[in-house]
């Protein structure tokens, strides 16, 4: 029998901690690393269901062709076509919490985007209420 190997990818930086996850036999795992506790690997329960938080077209960034889509979704929208985004793409696009998809939003991840491509460390929700206007 032959032993798999697993393969890990670091997805975030959170300054005291490293989130990790291995895929093995097409097995998704999680792990969180508490840096200032030695560095021991910890299982995290994850939800495949449950959308990221301003990462749209899931692909565990954050980034400008996030703010794209939900810009695309919402010309599509204003112009009374049909939402191609899924129930996971919407609440991920909702970044500001007005329970609208719409140039707010797109402006809030390029914000974050800039942030976090000049050092920012702060996670998305973290930085939004610190820039809450």
């Not at 490293?18 to 030695?38: E, K, M, P, Q």
């Not at 050092?119 to 809450?132: P, Q």
Request: glycine fraction near 6%.
């Amino acid at each position: 029998m032959a032993v798999k190997k697993k393969k890990a990818s670091h997805i975030a930086v959170i300054p005291r901690y490293r989130v990790i996850f291995t895929v093995c036999d097409n097995v998704l795992t999680w792990y969180s690393v508490d840096l200032a506790d030695g560095g021991e690997m910890v299982p995290v329960p994850h939800d495949p269901d449950k959308s990221l938080l301003g990462d749209v077209n899931e692909d565990g960034k954050i980034d400008a062709k996030d703010a794209s889509d939900i810009l695309v979704e919402y010309s599509k929208m204003s112009t009374g076509g049909v939402s191609s985004f899924s129930d996971k793409q919407k609440a991920a696009a909702n970044v500001n919490g007005d329970d609208k998809i719409d140039a707010k939003d797109a402006s809030a991840i390029l914000s974050y985007y800039s942030y976090t491509s000049t050092g920012g460390k702060e996670d998305i929700e973290s930085f939004l209420k610190s820039n809450k206007e």
